[in-house]
């Protein structure tokens, strides 16, 4: 754990976390992702400094650069994602355009379809999510070693959830462009790869947690209805679908966010009232 131990009477927010998982059963140990948080802290960091100095630099920009938006240039055109509450479908042209000469992707040696162009670019990260859709499999748990214990608590780190939102963007187009070939089976492992990256935060007693389980989620609902608008979801596949979306309660994990966030707050008044 980073971060110097609490006081025995603020120990609420460390009672609220998610048990300890054995590092082979758990997600969030795969190669790719335990280096997000394999850093040190820096205690004289100033302002404008990071508070964290990552020992794997290299892996840790494999995973920062694990990204479906990478700028070459300002004069970039914007790629049009899909968005569920406002009923846009994503605009693949758009998107082809983002990538076609952006020297942060490949290129198709020679351009076919605009998903087929899509994909290739995608193949940048074919290693990563190979290794996370069988972490997926084979880790059925999940625990990231967030530092419950660091006082105050409205310092606590939490570097996995940008990841967390970045990588289900990726697998959203991924998804998307080959739901534009009709490639179901294929469509679908990048959707359950996003509902697992979602279900990895769920258990967090933390409302940011919370509200990116609730964006990836809502990421993993748009694969889904540009899947139906293509009618390419087999009967297998809906009726896995409807049965995986029934077991969510969202609700109730708000309740579990929001004793985290009382327990924060506490721990915060008990940190300045020691600090006077």
Not at 44 to 51: G, K, S, W
Not at 222 to 242: M, S, T, Y
Request: glycine share 4%; hydrophobic share 40%.
């Amino acid at each position: 754990m980073h971060g110097k131990p609490k006081s025995e009477s603020s120990t609420d927010l460390v009672s609220l976390a998610p048990p300890p998982v054995p590092d082979g059963q758990n997600f969030a140990m795969t190669r790719l992702l335990k280096t997000i948080f394999d850093y040190d802290v820096l205690t004289n960091a100033n302002e404008t400094e990071d508070r964290v100095r990552h020992r794997d630099t290299n892996a840790w920009a494999k995973v920062q650069g694990t990204d479906a938006y990478l700028w070459v240039s300002s004069t970039q055109t914007n790629p049009i994602y899909g968005n569920l509450d406002r009923g846009i479908f994503t605009d693949l042209e758009s998107v082809r355009m983002f990538y076609r000469g952006n020297e942060n992707y490949p290129q198709p040696t020679e351009s076919k379809s605009v998903a087929e162009d899509i994909l290739a670019a995608f193949a940048k990260f074919d290693a990563e999510f190979s290794e996370l859709q069988e972490a997926a499999a084979a880790r059925p748990l999940t625990r990231f070693p967030i530092a419950y214990d660091y006082d105050p608590p409205s310092s606590i780190l939490l570097p996995h959830l940008s990841v967390i939102k970045k990588i289900s963007i990726c697998a959203e187009l991924r998804a998307i462009a080959r739901l534009e070939l009709g490639r179901g089976k294929k469509a679908s492992t990048e959707l359950n790869l996003c509902f697992r990256l979602s279900e990895s935060v769920r258990q967090e007693p933390i409302l940011i947690s919370h509200l990116v389980r609730i964006a990836t989620l809502n990421v993993a609902l748009q694969i889904i209805r540009e899947g139906l608008a293509r009618h390419v979801w087999n009967d297998e596949q809906l009726i896995g679908l409807e049965d995986h979306l029934a077991a969510i309660n969202l609700l109730a994990e708000f309740r579990q966010a929001i004793r985290g966030e009382r327990a924060a707050n506490l721990g915060d008044i008990d940190y300045l009232r020691r600090m006077k």
